[in-house]
């Protein structure tokens, strides 16, 4: 005997049913290794656009690298989906541009003397 033939529609609907009756799990997800994640499929491209911003003072860069992942860091990443690595990622740019235009701002302001180092 052939099982009963089901339009697409409805085979969806019972999916979403069925996880709709099931009961959320509870996922405990470790923070630390969410960082390390988080930080292994970052890093290359956070550190390519920390030297266009420095103008390839790899110093600089590698300092605001290190202020994106600590800021990552306080957001805690295990909160955030896999698919959110382009969230999290923009997020961390942004970060960085904000802190390389306060330092440049800083610089400006700062008296001739203290330029010239």
Same mark, same amino acid.
């Given at each position: ?12 609907h ?31 491209? &956070? #550190? =390519?656009? @920390? ?5 390839r003072?790899?110093?600089?860069? $590698?300092d !605001?690298?290190?202020? %994106? ?18 969230? &999290? #990622? =923009?997020a @961390? ?10 330092? $440049?701002? !800083?610089?400006?302001? %700062? ?7």
């Amino acid at each position: 005997m052939r099982p009963p033939v089901r339009s697409p529609r409805s085979s969806a609907h019972s999916r979403i049913a069925d996880v709709r009756r099931d009961p959320p799990s509870l996922v405990v997800v470790d923070t630390d290794r969410a960082l390390e994640q988080v930080i292994r499929r970052l890093h290359r491209g &956070l #550190r =390519k656009v @920390a030297l266009q911003l420095s103008r390839r003072d790899r110093d600089v860069a $590698a300092d !605001l690298v290190q202020e %994106a992942f600590i800021w990552i860091w306080q957001l805690d990443p295990s909160r955030f989906a896999d698919d959110e690595i382009s969230y &999290l #990622r =923009k997020a @961390a740019v942004n970060h960085m541009v904000s802190l390389h235009r306060r330092d $440049a701002a !800083l610089r400006r302001k %700062a008296p001739f003397a203290a330029r010239l180092r």
